[in-house]
């Protein structure tokens, strides 16, 4: 599975944001498995201040210490899911996105064994589960939410799965997974032809 991303994002140029802002580094965390690469998905603590309650991926803002940002995204997965650096082969960034919080994130492709067994921090998070690529390739979106950022409107599925909704600044990462690694062809800046509802992110 790392060849195949890495082979994938080896042209991609991830978009940068010429913003100052407070940095966070997220990691995209994908299962080794080759016949059913799933995605790890975290679901925030009720009790956080930012983002409580709202479907995720690892990460958080960057520490003075921490050497990088990827560094930041490994240190906060390990924190958040258990889940040691060394378990982690980081492929590639994807472009940065910003937070409503006014955080601007980076988010890193990296690849997980599917069987190292995950445990949340209860402290930050409520729980953790995965998704098949393939769901998100069938793009069976629940909705579709409008939302501005810098003058432009972005067309942002919702995908359901089980329990768990995943939208907002997650969907705009995994939509920008998709496209890159799979061509899939998901345009945020034209609106589907189903209804829009329009949110926050």
Request: glycine residues 6%; proline residues 8%.
């Amino acid at each position: 599975m790392h060849n195949l991303l890495k082979e994938r994002l080896s042209g991609y140029a991830p978009r940068q944001l010429a913003l100052d802002y407070p940095e966070a580094g997220i990691l995209v965390p994908v299962t080794d498995d080759h016949h059913n690469p799933e995605m790890v998905f975290t679901l925030r603590s009720s009790n956080l201040n930012t983002h409580r309650g709202q479907v995720a991926f690892p990460g958080g803002k960057r520490d003075l210490t921490d050497a990088s940002l990827a560094a930041t995204a490994l240190r906060e997965t390990h924190e958040e899911i258990g889940l040691p650096p060394e378990q982690v082969q980081i492929v590639a960034p994807l472009s940065q996105v910003m937070s409503r919080y006014g955080i601007l994130v980076t988010p890193y492709v990296g690849v997980i064994p599917h069987d190292h067994p995950l445990q949340a921090n209860p402290f930050e998070i409520e729980s953790i589960f995965k998704v098949p690529l393939e769901f998100f390739l069938e793009d069976r979106r629940e909705r579709t939410d409008a939302l501005d950022f810098l003058d432009h409107t972005f067309y942002v599925p919702c995908y359901r799965w089980e329990r768990y909704q995943i939208w907002g600044l997650s969907a705009v990462v995994l939509v920008d997974f998709l496209n890159a690694v799979y061509d899939a062809g998901i345009d945020l800046l034209e609106p589907p032809v189903t209804n829009t509802s329009r949110t926050g992110a």
